[in-house]
């Protein structure tokens, strides 16, 4: 991926909020003028010779599109999105949401499925007297976005894995061959109660 620093990402974000061009009004009127003017406008320069922003003849920027396929795209799946954009910074769900412009239940259910593959990593903290779920990136996320440089999104698969799937399965055999025996209901449904336990464990 295309490295990006925190203020290169305020920057590209504060030019998508504004439709793709913003302006020096938009930066004043921004969370961005606490870095200070000298900091923007180099932020700004290395922004340019990177081609990630084009200066217009009125003195504003536009984002381009070799930027946009940062993270703004809709050819790029939400998971990636989000493990490019921990790569840069850690962020709670709102950052997330504000950023990726997706609906929070789908951004939501995409972080559960990287937590639970071991590719981000939540921590709660308190911010302003308040608990606070802070996502950050794991060796193993890096690991999965850097693949997606040579192999694509499509040939990458971090879901449930085969053996899982097919353990999962094979319980299904099990509690259906169990209303076969001619034990008792009561112990039949016992037996069932426990694979049915062991198989959630495995789905969570």
Same mark, same amino acid.
């Given at each position: 991926?295309?490295?990006?620093?925190?203020?290169?990402?305020?920057?590209?974000?504060?030019?998508?909020?504004?439709?793709?061009?913003?302006?020096?009004?938009?930066?004043?009127?921004?969370?961005?003028?606490?870095?200070?003017?000298?900091?923007?406008?180099?932020?700004?320069?290395?922004?340019?010779?990177?081609?990630?922003?084009?200066?217009?003849?009125?003195?504003?920027?536009?984002?381009?599109?070799?930027?946009?396929?940062?993270?703004?795209?809709?050819?790029?799946?939400?998971?990636?999105?989000?493990?490019?954009?921990?790569?840069?910074?850690?962020?709670?769900?709102?950052?997330?949401?504000? &950023?990726?412009?997706?609906?929070?239940?789908?951004?939501?259910?995409?972080?559960?499925?990287?937590?639970?593959?071991?590719?981000?990593?939540?921590?709660?903290?308190?911010?302003?007297?308040?608990?606070?779920?802070?996502?950050?990136?794991?060796?193993?996320?890096?690991?999965?976005?850097?693949?997606?440089?040579?192999?694509?999104?499509?040939?990458?698969?971090?879901?449930?894995?085969?053996?899982?799937?097919?353990?999962?399965? &094979?319980?299904?055999?099990?509690?259906?061959?169990?209303?076969?025996?001619?034990?008792?209901?009561?112990?039949?449904?016992?037996? &069932?109660?426990?694979?049915?336990?062991?198989?959630?464990?495995?789905?969570?």
């Amino acid at each position: 991926m295309r490295k990006l620093g925190t203020i290169d990402l305020e920057i590209l974000q504060l030019a998508v909020n504004q439709n793709g061009t913003f302006n020096e009004t938009h930066l004043e009127n921004s969370k961005l003028k606490r870095h200070g003017v000298g900091k923007i406008l180099d932020t700004l320069a290395s922004l340019k010779d990177r081609k990630f922003i084009s200066m217009n003849d009125n003195g504003s920027f536009t984002i381009t599109e070799l930027a946009k396929e940062i993270l703004w795209s809709s050819k790029i799946p939400i998971w990636a999105k989000i493990l490019r954009l921990l790569q840069i910074k850690s962020c709670d769900l709102q950052q997330i949401i504000e &950023t990726i412009n997706s609906s929070e239940e789908k951004i939501f259910n995409e972080l559960e499925q990287l937590r639970k593959n071991q590719l981000v990593l939540m921590s709660p903290q308190r911010q302003d007297e308040k608990l606070i779920k802070v996502y950050e990136i794991l060796p193993e996320g890096i690991e999965v976005i850097d693949k997606t440089e040579t192999q694509g999104f499509e040939n990458i698969n971090f879901g449930k894995n085969e053996p899982e799937g097919e353990i999962i399965g &094979t319980i299904d055999e099990i509690i259906n061959e169990i209303q076969k025996l001619s034990c008792s209901d009561n112990e039949k449904n016992n037996i &069932t109660k426990k694979l049915e336990l062991l198989k959630n464990k495995l789905e969570i």
